[in-house]
């Protein structure tokens, strides 16, 4: 299986929005609804931000949402935060019942 | 509140078998519903899933590993196990145990362990 597509970096400026997006197949990101999002700081163990395409884990932050179409999934992060500043991973269930990440996406505010 | 920690070597002579143990606490392991991960990070890379055991058992790993691997259980002591064979250089990573309540929902992380594969 191959790692899912992500851009390796985005960028933005505090108060806008920025989208990442996350490209596999139909065998995964297209074919299930098990897609989730992680943010990682430098040095931390990744924290859950999104699972299920576009639900919100409690204590997250209602700036981040998630949505996918096709075989393409995407997280939105509006009004960015300079604590937003981090590296995101996507993951995805696969049809055979293993799991993909993303590349990573490291997110600078500018 | 569910914590997890890994613990094991951190460095192992090339060819040998890498060994990781994660203690669970704040929840039985042996509660329906959740897999029990392995995933790891090469230095300065992305994050790698290396598979997972399911509370009945159950075990998946990922296609590139699944000649090398072992994930297995002891709800005895509330911990699951990594082992990985035959280890090069390329397998020096920080491994991080999760728990996931799906099979990509991983909502709990220990903090990392950095294995080392030097001679």
């Known amino acids: 299986q191959s790692a899912l597509t992500q851009p390796a970096s985005v960028s933005g400026s505090p108060g806008q929005s920025i989208t990442i997006s996350c490209t596999g197949t139909?065998?995964?990101?297209?074919?299930?609804?098990?897609v989730s999002w992680y943010q990682q700081h430098p040095g931390k163990a990744p924290k859950l931000m999104i699972y299920?395409?576009?639900n919100r884990p409690s204590g997250v932050s209602n700036r981040f949402s998630g949505s996918k179409s096709g075989n393409t999934a995407s997280l939105t992060i509006s009004g960015l935060q300079a604590e937003d500043e981090a590296d995101y991973y996507c993951?995805?269930?696969?049809?055979?019942?293993?799991?993909?990440f993303g590349g990573g996406t490291n997110l600078t505010v500018l | 509140q569910v914590q997890l920690q890994e613990s094991g070597p951190g460095l192992v002579k090339p060819s040998q078998t890498l060994s990781l143990t994660c203690t669970v606490s704040?929840?039985?392991?042996?509660?329906?519903?959740?897999?029990w991960n392995w995933i790891r990070q090469r230095p300065g890379k992305g994050l790698e899933w290396i598979g997972y055991?399911?509370?009945?058992?159950?075990?998946y790993y990922s296609p590139s590993l699944k000649s090398r691997v072992t994930i297995s259980v002891d709800t005895s002591k509330n911990q699951f196990s990594l082992k990985l064979n035959s280890v090069t250089a390329a397998d020096t990573a920080v491994y991080f145990c999760?728990?996931?309540?799906?099979?990509?929902?991983?909502?709990?992380w220990g903090q990392g362990t950095l294995v080392t594969v030097s001679s």
């Open positions: 999760a728990r996931a309540e799906a099979v990509t929902k991983f909502d709990y």
């Open positions: 704040g929840g039985s392991i042996n509660n329906g519903g959740y897999y």
């Open positions: 055991i399911y509370y009945s058992g159950s075990t």
């Open positions: 139909s065998s995964d990101v297209g074919g299930y609804n098990s």
């Open positions: 299920d395409v576009s």
């Open positions: 993951s995805s269930s696969t049809r055979s019942s293993t799991v993909v």
